[in-house]
């Protein structure tokens, strides 16, 4: 290398990481760091703290047969708000799970802090847990989300902390509060930190994207031409086709589902698939997008397509092999079976 070239490449400056600049601590991520991990801690210190002041809680309620139920509660109806956060993670945006678990956590907390008795203490530890169960799995999917990959691994480690800190010096804190002001205040107290958690997190929560499935990262060829192609019966939702390089993917509700629904050893299945196609309009489609004889098509989700050689004097689909596989062309099928009588496609 020579002298020039050495200095060149001295001041050149260093790419950025794959991860992206900053941290989880940046102006636009502070906000959402802050509201997880409070919302995180609160609920490690309630699931922790309440047993350094059940013992005083017992004497002051009574009913010592429900002394375990209300850890059992607690805990196992937060396996239940797991499940329900993690399936509605994927559906709706995220602020709205973490509203309705930090809701039912402190519904939780103001039904124990003025329990009249042991059951109805019992049944505000369920309510927590439902409420505790939804806020770290939203907090998971949330760092998924909202973090670049350099950030994902140190946020876990502080979510992780938020779990730590509580078991260390939780206990020790409800016993002195539960001294001083009384045992209720250890539930009641938590509320104004739920409010400020539930305000930082839900706001932050606005900016992180939904997942979209279109978005995956999938190799395409640059240049590609789509033609969009309107049904004429009103109840007919159309479909896409969509030219890849070489190949065409046809994209739409009903192909798809037709194409999975298809048992392609079937003479009279794989007719009938070949007559709907055709009268939705896929072969005029293709002609139009520039298709070619033995041009290679694509029907379904681009990751899970059924791949076949079309050629415009034979039904498309008596040439499919299955998914991932291309078929051979199937000259003198033009008509397979009877139409409109294959029960497996519905309409």
């Not at 070949?274 to 939705?280: G, N």
């Amino acid at each position: 290398m020579s002298t020039d070239q050495a200095a060149r490449a001295a001041q050149t400056p260093p790419e950025p990481s794959p991860g992206g600049t900053g941290g989880i601590w940046t102006p636009e991520r502070r906000p959402l760091t802050i509201g997880l991990v409070l919302a995180v801690t609160l609920v490690a210190f309630e699931a922790l703290a309440i047993a350094t002041v059940l013992p005083v809680v017992s004497r002051d309620l009574g009913d010592l047969r429900l002394y375990g139920w209300v850890f059992s509660a607690f805990m196992l109806s937060s396996l239940i708000g797991i499940v329900v956060a993690g399936t509605l993670a994927d559906r709706v945006p995220l602020g709205r799970p973490m509203l309705a678990g930090l809701g039912l956590f402190a519904a939780g907390l103001v039904i124990g802090g003025t329990a009249p008795s042991m059951e109805v203490l019992v049944a505000g530890r369920a309510v927590q847990g439902l409420g505790a169960g939804v806020v770290p799995a939203v907090a998971y999917v949330a760092i998924s989300r909202g973090y670049p990959d350099g950030c994902r691994p140190r946020m876990f480690a502080v979510l992780s902390t938020a779990w730590v800190i509580p078991g260390l010096i939780g206990p020790a804190i409800a016993a002195l509060v539960a001294a001083a002001v009384g045992w209720r205040w250890v539930f009641l107290g938590l509320l104004p930190l739920v409010a400020v958690a539930g305000l930082l997190s839900v706001v932050a929560l606005r900016a992180v994207p939904r997942p979209d499935r279109a978005a995956r990262p999938v190799e395409q060829p640059a240049e590609r031409t789509r033609v969009r192609v309107k049904v004429q019966a009103a109840d007919e939702p159309g479909f896409e086709v969509v030219r890849l390089g070489d190949s065409f993917l046809i994209m739409g509700e009903k192909p798809r589902r037709w194409v999975q629904q298809t048992d392609f050893g079937n003479d009279e299945a794989v007719g009938y698939l070949a007559d709907r196609l055709a009268r939705l309009g896929v072969e005029e489609a293709l002609a139009e997008a520039g298709a070619e004889p033995g041009a290679e098509v694509l029907i379904g989700d681009l990751d899970d397509a059924v791949v076949f050689d079309w050629d415009p004097a034979a039904p498309m689909a008596s040439g499919a092999s299955g998914p991932g596989k291309r078929g051979g062309h199937a000259k003198g099928k033009q008509h397979l079976g009877p139409r409109g009588t294959d029960p497996r496609l519905t309409p």
